[in-house]
C-alpha cells in the first residue's frame, strides 16, 4: 500500500497544516478512533509512535506473500525476504550517514543495542577502577547495563550533574573525563524534559582524551536528522517503534574500526561460517552480532517508516513540532500551579509537568476520560524524578500528526483535573 502523503519539495509546502495535516493523519489508522466516547488525542509519543498504513501494510504483506527465513535459502522466497531485510539495512545506513552498510546491525531495541555494547566493546576495554561516564538524565536503559558490567568488572559509573532547567553542565562534565574514563554513554535527547544535550561538543571533548562515546538516540531521529559521520560518534542506538516502526526492533551502528574488533553478543544460527564441537569460526560484522532468525517483518517494515519520515522532511518535522512545543508551554503556563519540569533552551516538544499536589497517575486517569492519552509515571528515569525531587510527572509528547486543536483539548482536560481535584 502507497501512502498517500506526497513527496515535499518546497519549504512553502513543507508546513504541516490544513488540508496536507489531514492526509498525515488519515494515513494512522488509531488515530481515528474514539476512546471513551470522545476522539483519541494520542500525546503519549516519547513511549511509542503510532504507525502508517504502509508500515502496517508492509507486516501484512511479509507474512501473506513471501513469509521465508533470510540469509539461508535459495528459494524464490527466501531471495525475495532477504533482497528486502538487507534493503532497509542500506537504507539505515543511508538516514544516517554511516560510512557504509557494514556498521548497522540489527536489535530488538535502543535497549538491545546498549546491553550488545557493554557486553561484547565493554568488557573488552574494562578494568577494574575504569570508569563509565553517564548523564543525570539518562534512561533507564542507559544505566542498568552500564551499572551490571562496572559490578562485574569493578569498574566506577561518574555522572555528569544537570541543573534546574535539565541542562548538562559542559564544565563539570569535561573535569570529570580522566585517564580512566573508557567510555561516555549520552543521550541525545531526553525521554523526560524534552532536552537535545550538544552531542557534537561532549563528543569533541571526550575524542580529545580518546575516549568513545555511545550515543542514545531513541528520543531523536524521529524528530530531527542525524548525521553519524557529521557527529563521529563511535555508537549510535535507537528504536524503531519510537519513529513510527514497528515494536521489536532496533538499530546499533558502530564505527566499522570498533565493529570489527567487538566478539559476537550471542551464539546461534547464522552468525557463524562453520560449527564444530571442537572450533566454531564467526561471520564478519555485522552478521557476526545478529545470532538466530530475525526480526525480518518488523526489518522490513522499518523501512516504510524512514521512507514515510523522509516524505514529510525533518526541517517541516521540527518547524511544526516546535510551534506545538511554543504554543502549549504558554498555554500550560496559566493554569495555576503547574509547573514544567525541565526549561533548557534546545528541546524537543516534550512537556514534563505537576499540578500542585495531584499525583500525576490521577493527572492521567482524568486526561484518559477525556480521551486524551499522556504518560504519567518516572519515565523510566528515576534519577531524575530523584534529582526535582518528585515521585513522578505526567507527559505529553508530540509527534508530526498532532495538531494545536488537540493541545486545546489537553489544556480543557487539564482545566478538569483541577476542577475535580484541586
Keep these: 500500500m502507497k501512502s498517500s502523503l506526497p513527496m515535499q519539495t518546497s519549504s512553502l509546502k513543507n508546513e504541516l497544516e490544513g488540508e496536507y495535516l489531514e492526509k498525515i493523519r488519515k494515513d494512522f489508522p488509531i488515530l481515528q478512533q474514539s476512546v471513551h466516547g470522545k476522539p483519541l488525542v494520542y500525546l503519549d509519543n516519547s513511549a511509542t509512535t503510532q504507525k502508517p498504513k504502509t508500515v502496517i501494510e508492509a507486516l501484512k504483506s511479509f507474512y501473506e506473500v513471501y513469509n521465508a527465513n533470510v540469509h539461508r535459502g535459495i528459494h524464490t522466497l527466501s531471495e525475495k525476504a532477504t533482497e528486502r531485510f538487507e534493503h532497509t539495512r542500506q537504507q539505515v545506513h543511508t538516514f544516517l550517514n554511516s560510512t557504509n552498510e557494514k556498521e548497522i546491525v540489527f536489535t530488538r531495541g535502543a535497549t538491545e543495542a546498549i546491553n550488545l555494547v557493554a557486553q561484547t566493546y565493554g568488557r573488552q576495554v574494562l578494568q577494574p577502577g575504569d570508569e563509565i561516564l553517564l548523564s543525570a538524565m539518562e534512561h533507564h536503559s542507559n544505566i542498568v547495563p552500564w551499572r551490571l558490567l562496572a559490578e562485574e568488572k569493578k569498574a566506577l559509573i561518574r555522572v555528569i550533574p544537570m541543573d534546574l532547567q535539565g541542562e548538562l553542565d559542559l564544565n563539570a562534565y569535561e573535569k570529570l573525563l580522566s585517564p580512566r574514563t573508557r567510555l561516555v554513554a549520552i543521550t541525545h535527547v531526553s525521554n523526560v524534559l524534552g532536552t537535545v544535550n550538544p552531542i557534537e561538543q561532549i563528543i569533541q571533548l571526550a575524542h580529545r582524551q580518546n575516549i568513545p562515546v555511545l550515543v542514545d538516540g531513541a528520543q531523536a531521529v524521529a524528530h530531527r536528522l542525524v548525521n553519524v559521520q557529521s557527529l563521529d560518534c563511535d555508537f549510535y542506538v535507537f528504536s524503531g517503534h519510537k519513529m513510527f516502526g514497528p515494536t521489536g526492533v532496533g538499530v546499533l551502528y558502530a564505527k566499522e574500526s570498533i565493529l570489527k574488533n567487538m566478539p559476537p553478543y550471542q551464539g546461534g544460527g547464522e552468525m557463524i561460517v562453520t560449527v564444530s564441537f571442537d572450533h566454531i569460526t564467526y561471520k564478519s560484522h555485522p552478521y557476526r552480532f545478529e545470532a538466530g532468525t530475525p526480526a525480518i517483518a518488523e526489518v522490513i517494515a522499518l523501512s516504510e517508516a524512514i521512507t514515510y519520515i523522509q516524505k514529510i522532511g525533518f526541517s517541516s518535522i521540527q518547524e511544526h513540532e516546535n510551534r506545538?512545543?511554543?504554543?502549549?508551554?504558554?498555554?500550560?503556563?496559566?493554569?495555576?500551579?503547574?509547573?514544567?519540569?525541565?526549561?533548557?533552551?534546545?528541546?524537543?516538544?516534550?512537556?514534563?509537568?505537576?499540578?500542585?499536589?495531584?499525583?500525576?497517575?490521577?493527572?492521567?486517569?482524568?486526561?484518559?476520560?477525556?480521551?486524551?492519552?499522556?504518560?504519567?509515571?518516572?519515565?523510566?528515569?528515576?534519577?531524575?524524578?530523584?534529582?526535582?525531587?518528585?515521585?513522578?510527572?505526567?507527559?505529553?509528547?508530540?509527534?508530526?500528526?498532532?495538531?494545536?486543536?488537540?493541545?486545546?483539548?489537553?489544556?480543557?482536560?487539564?482545566?478538569?483535573?483541577?476542577?475535580?481535584?484541586?
Design 324 to 422: 506545538l512545543l511554543d504554543y502549549s508551554t504558554q498555554a500550560l503556563l496559566k493554569i495555576p500551579n503547574l509547573k514544567i519540569i525541565g526549561t533548557a533552551k534546545e528541546k524537543e516538544a516534550v512537556l514534563s509537568m505537576t499540578l500542585g499536589d495531584i499525583h500525576p497517575h490521577d493527572i492521567g486517569t482524568i486526561l484518559d476520560e477525556e480521551g486524551v492519552a499522556v504518560r504519567a509515571g518516572h519515565h523510566c528515569a528515576q534519577p531524575v524524578m530523584d534529582f526535582f525531587d518528585i515521585p513522578a510527572t505526567a507527559r505529553a509528547s508530540f509527534a508530526f500528526y498532532n495538531t494545536q486543536e488537540e493541545i486545546d483539548r489537553l489544556i480543557k482536560a487539564l482545566w478538569k483535573v483541577l476542577e475535580v481535584l484541586g
